[in-house]
C-alpha cells in the first residue's frame, strides 16, 4: 500500500538558514510526489511537484526538492529561510494517475529570529 | 489552478446535529475530493465525488455519516451528519486537473460541542 513518511514532526531553524524537511515514500510504481504547504488557518498551497523527468524539481517561494528513487525519497529544500516560511509542510503521494493523494503527517516549522 | 470557495470557513456545532459544507470551484471539474484534518494531523481522504455516480468512500468512512451530494462539474456538498466531538475537524475539499494535481480550498473547521 502507499504510503508517506516524515520523520520530523517539529523543526527550528534560525532565519537565514539552511532548510531541509524529509520524505519518504512507499510506492509500487513510479510516483507522483507533491508538498504542500498550510499555514495557521489555512488551506493548502502547493509548493512543487514531481511526475517525471529532472530529478530536481524548482518550488514556488525559493523551494525546490530533489527525487531518489534509490532511497526512495523526495525532500524539500530551502537554501535560507525568511521567518514568513514559519508553517506546516505536506509531502503527498499521488495513488496512480488520479487526483488522489496520501499524506505524510507534517512538518511543522519554526523559524527563531 | 483553480479557485475553490468553501463554506462555511468555520462552525461550532452541537452534538447530535448535522452540517452540511459545500465546496464551488471557478470552473468545471471532472474529479472533487474531501479531506479531513483531524487536530494535529494530516489529512485522510474521506471519499471521491464524480459528477453523475456515486461518491466513492474510503476505509473508515461510511456514506451514512457523511452523505455527498456532486450535482454538477462546479459544486459538491459534504454533510457531517449526527456529529459527535471526534468530528472536530478541518474539512477541505479538492479538486483535480490534469494528471495527479489537486488544488484545495481553505477548509471549513468545525467544532463539535
Known sequence: ?113 | SAVISQKPSRDICQRGTSLTIQCQVDSQVTMMFWYRQQPGQSLTLIATANQGSEATYESGFVIDKFPISRPNLTFSTLTVSNMSPEDSSIYLCSVGRGVAEAFFGQGTRLTVV
Open chain 1, 1 to 113: 500500500a502507499q504510503s508517506v513518511t516524515q520523520p520530523d514532526i517539529h523543526i527550528t531553524v534560525s532565519e537565514g538558514a539552511s532548510l531541509e524537511l524529509r520524505c519518504n515514500y512507499s510506492y509500487g510504481a513510479t510516483p507522483y510526489l507533491f508538498w504542500y504547504v498550510q499555514s495557521p488557518g489555512q488551506g493548502l498551497q502547493l509548493l512543487l511537484k514531481y511526475f517525471s523527468g529532472d530529478t530536481l524539481v524548482q518550488g514556488i517561494k525559493g523551494f525546490e526538492a530533489e527525487f531518489k528513487r534509490s532511497q526512495s525519497s523526495f525532500n524539500l529544500r530551502k537554501p535560507s529561510v525568511h521567518w514568513s516560511d514559519a508553517a506546516e509542510y505536506f509531502c503527498a503521494v499521488g495513488a496512480g494517475a488520479t487526483n488522489k493523494l496520501i499524506f505524510g503527517t507534517g512538518t511543522l516549522l519554526a523559524v527563531q529570529p
